[in-house]
Every structure is written in C-alpha cells, then in structure tokens.
C-alpha cells in the first residue's frame, strides 16, 4: 500500500517535472482568481480608512487616515445599534448555523445509512428542493410567519434557514463515504443501540464534513440579506446587513453615510475571516481517523 | 363616494401584483376610527411607525413624554422604492406597522392596495397649513385624504459659484441660457461639464417635466388618463438630449463615485437638484462646501417662476390599524405642531412641507453658510413649484425611464423616443392591472 501511494506521487512529481513552464499556467491562473477574489476586499479594507473627506477624492488605493474616526462614529451611530446589529447578526449566523449542522448531520445519516420505505422519495424531494433558491421563498415564507404570527421575531429569520437541502445532501453524501457500514455493523455486534451508534461512531467520523457544513450555513445566513429585510420591521432585532443598508438608502435630505457603512462592512467580515482562519485546521483532520483496517 | 369608488377600483391592482399570496385576511378597522383614544382605558394605545429619516425615534420619544396614552415606537427602515414594496408585502400579510413614511409617488400604489386609510374627517382642520399643491399630492385630487404632507423638495439650480466666477458664466435664468452657458464652459476648460444628464434618476426629470407643466397622470370620474408623452415632457426631454448629443452635457448618473468625483475636482458646476441638496452635497462632495450657491431653476420662458418638486414624503395611517384615531393625531402632530416641525427640521434634516414653516426657517445650512438667504430662496421657490398627481404604478413608470434613457444615450437616439417608451409601459401595466382609462 504505502509503495503503491509513493510511486504513484513520484510519477506525478516527475510528469509534474517533465512538464515543466507549462505547470506554471495553473498556478497564473490561480492567482488571477485570487486577485480577483480579493481585490474587493483590499478595497473595502482601503476605503474604511478614508475620512468622509479623503473617499471620493484620494486615489482609489491609497489609505487614508480617518480608520479610527470611522469607528469611534461608527459605533456612536444611534447609541451603538451596530453592536446590536452584530450581536443579532451573530445570533441569526451562529445559531443557525448550529441548528441547520445537526438537522442536516442527523438527517444526513440517517438517509445514508438506513433503508426505510420513502427514503428515495425524500432524498429527490431534496435534490429538487435545492434547485428553488432561497429567495424566491422568502415572500411565501413571509406571508406563513405572518399567519402564525411569527413575522419580525427573530425566530422568523433562524428558522427558514434550519433546513437547508444542500446542507442535507452534503451530510448524506458525505456520511456515506467516511462511515464504514462495517463498523456500524461491528458496533451492533458488540452491543451498542442506534442511538449510541450515532453519537459514538458516526458523529465522530462526520466532524469534517459538519464543519463544511457549518461553515457554508454560517457565511450564507451572515450574508443574508433579502429574508431578515423582508421578515423584520423592528429596526432593533435587524443584522448587520439590513441595518447597514439603512444607512445607504437613509432618504436624500441626509448626507448619506459612506464612510460608516463602508468601516461597518469591513468590521462585519472580520469575524468571517477569523472563522476561516480558525476553522481551517479541521479540514485538514485525517478525514480516516476512526480507521477500519 | 367618488373617492371609496374610485379605492376599489384601484384595489384590482393589487389582487394582480401579489396574485398567488393568499388574501381575505379581514378589513376590520374604521369603525374605531372614530372613537377617541381616550376612550378606551386599557392602558397606553402603542403605535409603530416606519420611517427613514433620521432621529425620528428622538422626536416621537417628545412626543411619547407629553402623551402617556398613546405611545410611539419608530423603527427605522432604508427608504426608497424598497420601503414602499416593503410596506406594500406587511400590509397585504396583515402585519403592516400604524403609521408610514410614505413619499408622494409611492402613495397612489399605497391606496391602489388599499394599504392606507383615508383621514378625511380627522384633518379638514390642518388642510389650511400646506400649499394646494402639496394637498393635491396626498389627495390625488379626489375627496379623500391619504397623508399628511411632511416635508417636499421643491428644485433650485446648485451652482459653483467661484467657478461661475472664474469663467466668467452668467448664473442662467432660463434653460436656453443653461445651453448657451454649458457651451461657453467647454470652449473655457474641455474637462469641465456645466451638468449632466443622469438616466438613473427618474425623481429628477420628473420634476423637469414638471416644472414645464406636464401632467403624467390625472383622475377623470372613474377612469385614468395617462399622458406621460405630453408636449413639455417631450419638450424637456429634447433639450437634454440636445445638449448631450452636441456634447456639452455629460451623462452620467448621479449619485455614483464618478459623480462624486466629478463633484469634488470641480469638473462638474450645476446640479439642478432639490431643497435637500445639501445634505447629499456635504456628503458626496465635502471638498465643495462654501463654494456653491443656489438660485431658483432656469425657466422655459423668461419672467416666469415655476419649479417642479424632487422627492418629499408624508405620513400614512395604515388601513389595517386598529388606533387610527391615535394614529392620525401623532400624525397631525409631527407635521403641524410648531415644536415638532422645529424638531423635524433640526433633527431629521427635512425641508417642512408646511406653509408657516417654511418661511420660519433661519440659519442656511452648515455647507451653504455662505448663503444667508438660503431659505428664503426656497420659500421664494417653493411658492412657484408645481407638481401633478401621481399615477398607482410609478414603479413601473420609472423603470421604463431606466430602461428607455439608458438606451436612448447609449444608441444615440432621440429622448423622446424613450419618453413614448414609458408612456406605452404605464398604460400596457394599467390596462393590464384593472385600471380604467380614459383614451
């Protein structure tokens, strides 16, 4: 086994070699998606320095030297609504993010793992629910939270977003891979009930792919714009996002307030990044380590 | 009764906007209507209350001080056509909050869903406050009233005056004039433009049109007549884009970087904008401030004194309230009351839609200290300004705008052109929500 993976990496290190520049236009072209992944986010890094005065008219990548003005204002705004709004921001994302993880994982599971009489029907009702993206339900979802009452809570917004379908598909797919039905069969052999399994033996293998999940939920719930602004009319239980656009579309007879809205963004992606940055590492876990031999 | 026919007539509109969302949620509401706050003592009549301007929460908290039975909660929203859709959704899902800010144009789509109720008996005493035209606005010309008028934006011509100075420019006091003095600026610095002509904002040229007396929409008995395509808005119309063809006034929209840039470097000279001028100017263009000045729009013929309106809200009850009563005293109160507009203007920024206010106003604004006469000027304008009844499907009318003047500048053919494009989207879109139509 371990000569069979060393020689096939040495044959690929030597085609890799013998190919020579031509290896470098994979490596150009990953670099031009990087740039242009990244561009806007050096911008936004750039324009939340610029004082109200330095944006429109200082060239485009130069920094200014308002930041720390642009925040003390920022989070003056209204008496410090934008902690309230990040405070929200991080419930709907967190919470959420954790709900739909579990749903997804358990339901995930269960459908790779058990034949039950439906368990096709279910699995195509999902594939299709994936084909409908989320905004067009957001007027029908609406209009249902209206009638049981629900609208501008803040359930309105965490629960539309629990079951997410792609997120079911991911677990399904992903739990059929890295859980060997020998070693459930195994653990029922030596005793353990359904329950025991799934937390024991299953959960365990799926962390990677719950943390896929989890992150995928959580960027997409942050980022979320159309279902909180259409659920919610209190202005206190907005996210970030909603609430910054307040400030952009805040009327015409008000200076509208670039410099805020700009800091606020890039101070709203921060927490995005550390996310990644920390969660990293568990991609990188031996996606094996329950190992069957 | 003209008018509670002429409401459900309109409601047809609605049932095809939003078909397929479930309806027959019930009308209750109007028979409390008339009972006053007082006397129903189980503890304070709370009230919600959309709306974008800024620091309103500061003057309903006065408010809320003075009158412990009726207390008002703001949430803020992002204004726009996107709080009237917003609006329009609560209001059919029968979650609208009480109270509104709702800007004149988007008022008729508000009635024509029947998301507002008609205050008529609790403000024939204020009437006398607001100029007729600005009635007309919350009325559309019927017996009932929809609003109550908050604040307007008559249009003045923005102008650099050190520039105008220094080139030696005439300030223009008709539109010929304009032209002449936009060519003069061209030959004087090639990168400077006298204005520009923006096809992304149909708030602006509708206020042209105007000025120029158009009437879009108007209300004859039971039927519409729609005459967007009339002879000052096509007259309007082929004078900008005579002006941009020959190449003496740019066309880029406003609002945008470029726009602002263009601002700030002084390579732009007018805006003709509206009163809240400058509170975008000292926002998008800080570097300008004490070097513009205002003077009232440039006229069609010489020795008139007309101007059209760019903007402006009131504040609508929601028919679905059960407190319309209160509602509509808040109301009443924010709009009229001496300290409350006082409040208005001071804290939320806007121009008062009121008469006696608007010659009340002092101080010019930070960015025009340059300007003593500031208000003065706007009064003076304002007297002139007229405006036309807004049709129940402006959504649709300013984005044919979008559509026709984009490609109008971009092939190169003639404005008018576009200005039929919008006529025939309006009445294909009336005709096909309902709505009966005078030919």
Request: aromatic share 12%.
């Amino acid at each position: 086994m371990a000569t069979v993976t060393a020689a096939t990496a040495h044959r690929r290190r030597a085609r890799a070699g013998s190919r020579g520049p031509a290896g470098l236009a994979p490596t150009a072209l990953l670099l031009v998606g990087a740039l242009y992944c990244l561009f806007p986010v050096a911008w936004v890094l750039i324009a939340a320095t610029k004082s109200p005065g330095e944006l429109f008219s200082t060239s485009t990548l130069s920094f200014g030297t308002g930041f720390f003005d642009n925040v003390g204002e920022l989070f003056a705004y209204r008496d410090g609504v934008f902690w309230l709004w990040a405070g929200n921001t991080l419930l709907y994302a967190g919470g959420g993010a954790l709900l739909s993880t579990a749903v997804s994982a358990v339901s995930g599971y269960a459908l790779a793992k058990y034949r039950f009489p439906g368990r096709n029907v279910i699995f195509n009702l999902l594939i299709g629910g994936i084909l409908v993206p989320a905004v067009v339900l957001a007027i029908p979802q609406y209009l249902l939270f209206s009638k049981i009452g629900l609208a501008d809570s803040h359930w309105a917004v965490l629960l539309p977003q629990i079951l997410h379908p792609y997120s079911i598909y991911l677990a399904r797919i992903y739990a059929a891979a890295a859980i060997p039905d020998s070693l459930l069969e195994a653990g029922r052999i030596d005793g353990a009930g359904e329950w025991h399994l799934l937390r024991r033996v299953a959960m365990p293998l799926m962390v990677p792919g719950m943390v896929t999940i989890f992150l995928f939920q959580f960027v997409a719930i942050w980022n979320n714009f159309l279902l909180p602004f259409i659920m919610l009319g209190d202005d206190g239980k907005f996210p970030l996002t909603v609430g910054l656009y307040t400030l952009l579309a805040a009327g015409a007879n008000q200076p509208t307030l670039y410099n805020l809205i700009l800091t606020g963004a890039f101070l709203s992606i921060v927490p995005l990044i550390a996310l990644f940055l920390t969660m990293q590492r568990y991609w990188k876990t031996d996606l094996s380590s329950g190992a069957v031999k | 009764m003209r008018a509670n026919r002429l409401g459900a007539a309109l409601a047809v509109v609605l049932t095809a906007a939003l078909a397929g969302c479930g309806s027959g949620e019930p009308a209750a509401e109007s028979t409390g209507a008339a009972r006053s706050p007082a006397a129903a003592p189980q503890g304070p009549v709370k009230l919600t209350y959309w709306a974008w301007a800024p620091n309103m929460d500061k003057i309903a908290a006065v408010w809320n001080k003075d009158h412990p039975d009726i207390q008002v909660t703001v949430s803020k929203q992002a204004g726009g056509d996107d709080a009237a859709a917003k609006y329009l959704t609560a209001a059919k899902a029968g979650n609208p909050p009480d109270l509104v800010q709702a800007e004149y144009q988007h008022l008729p789509s508000f009635i024509a869903a029947d998301a507002v109720a008609d205050v008529k008996a609790e403000t024939d005493a204020i009437k006398g406050e607001f100029t007729e035209g600005l009635w007309k606005l919350v009325t559309l010309g019927t017996d009932a009233v929809y609003g109550i008028p908050q604040d307007s934006g008559p249009m003045m011509l923005f102008y650099r005056k050190d520039l105008f100075d220094k080139h030696g420019l005439k300030v223009p006091a008709t539109w010929q004039e304009y032209g002449e003095a936009a060519r003069q600026l061209r030959k004087k610095d090639p990168k400077a433009y006298l204005g520009t002509f923006s096809s992304k904002d149909p708030g602006a040229f509708t206020g042209l049109a105007q000025q120029a007396g158009a009437q879009w929409w108007s209300i004859d008995g039971e039927s519409w007549k729609v005459a967007i395509a009339d002879e000052p808005t096509k007259k309007v119309a082929d004078y900008w884009g005579g002006l941009v063809k020959e190449g003496v006034i740019d066309d880029m929209p406003f609002f945008t970087p470029e726009w602002n840039k263009a601002l700030n470097d002084g390579k732009l000279l007018t805006w003709p904008s509206a009163v809240w001028a400058p509170g975008v100017l000292s926002s998008n263009a800080p570097k300008g401030k004490g070097k513009w000045a205002v003077a009232p729009l440039p006229q069609w013929n010489a020795g008139e004194s007309f101007s059209g309106f760019w903007g402006g809200s009131s504040t609508a009850v929601s028919a679905k309230t059960p407190n319309k009563a209160a509602a509509t005293q808040f109301a009443t109160w924010l709009n009229t009351d001496p300290a409350a507009i006082e409040l208005l203007v001071k804290e939320a920024a806007i121009y008062p839609a009121a008469t006696k206010a608007q010659s009340a106003l002092g101080a010019a604004p930070d960015y025009f200290a340059n300007q003593p006469d500031f208000w003065q000027q706007a009064a003076t304008v304002s007297a002139g300004a007229r405006g036309f009844t807004f049709g129940p499907n402006v959504g649709v009318t300013y984005n044919a705008f979008k559509d026709g003047f984009d490609k109008a500048l971009q092939s190169g053919t003639p404005f008018s052109s576009a200005i039929q494009s919008m006529q025939d989207a309006t009445v294909a879109d009336m005709r096909k929500a309902g709505f009966q139509l005078a030919s």
